[in-house]
T-cell receptor, first 112, second 115 residues
Framework: GDSVTQMEGPVTLSEEAFLTINCTYT??????LFWYVQYPGEGLQLLLK?????DKGSNKGFEATYRKETTSFHLEKGSVQVSDSAVYFC???????????FGRGTSLIVHP | EAGVVQSPRYKIIEKKQPVAFWCNPI?????LYWYLQNLGQGPELLIR????????DSQLPKDRFSAERLKGVDSTLKIQPAELGDSAVYLC?????????????FGPGTRLTVL
């Protein structure tokens, strides 16, 4: 079945540092890939997505590229802020499915 | 535009007691989802509704969990009786079928603690 593997957290960075959160997936066919963010006490919000190989999703300075050859969708940001502190979930949605498969989440803590 | 609304935000009960959660989806969204999120985990689907019909409830523990969406809008998820292992965050999400890759919009969740 489908699965998503994320790097374990927490990831602790200083403000303005470069961020990478790794995500790899296993799926049949050509899934759509997503990153969600969950701020403390809130629900998940869609951060960015990519629907086919080599697509780059981007939003709020975050970006991720759909790499079919390595089955990866790593999240990156060039300069993190304290306000980016949250839990980040990688997810995939197989064609024809309504239910995403989520990773376990990676907690990001950014210090001033 | 209001997002997905859930209530209560927090609930503490003793084991064996009943509990109910309420969700109001985004206006016009015909698909509604209930997810369970354990600490340190991603959401896991409990049930999905298309309008008022439950179309995917294979992961719902039907011996103690029930859900309804009578008019195809609001939904209620109930647990009776609650067990210690039910402590988790219960997330509601909604989407418009036929929209952009069925993008789901999540509510803030209800954090349940069973003592």
């Amino acid at each position: 079945g489908d699965s998503v593997t994320q790097m374990e957290g927490p990831v602790t960075l200083s403000e303005e540092a470069f961020l990478t959160i790794n995500c790899t997936y296993t799926a049949t066919g050509y899934p759509s890939l997503f990153w969600y963010v969950q701020y403390p006490g809130e629900g998940l919000q869609l951060l960015l997505k990519a629907t086919k190989a080599d697509d780059k999703g981007s939003n709020k300075g975050f970006e991720a590229t759909y790499r079919k050859e390595t089955t990866s969708f790593h999240l990156e940001k060039g300069s993190v802020q304290v306000s980016d502190s949250a839990v980040y979930f990688c997810a995939l949605l197989s064609g024809g499915s309504y239910i995403p498969t989520f990773g376990r989440g990676t907690s990001l803590i950014v210090h001033p | 535009e209001a997002g997905v609304v859930q209530s209560p935000r927090y609930k503490i009960i003793e084991k064996k007691q009943p509990v109910a959660f309420w969700c109001n989806p985004i206006s016009g969204h015909n698909t509604l989802y209930w997810y369970l999120q354990n600490l340190g985990q991603g959401p896991e689907l409990l049930i999905r509704y298309e309008n008022e019909e439950a179309v995917d409830d294979s992961q719902l523990p039907k011996d103690r969990f029930s859900a309804e969406r009578l008019k195809g809008v609001d939904s209620t998820l109930k647990i009776q009786p609650a067990e210690l292992g039910d402590s988790a965050v219960y997330l509601c999400a909604s989407s418009f079928s036929g929209g952009d890759h069925n993008e789901q919009f999540f509510g803030p969740g209800t954090r349940l603690t069973v003592l």
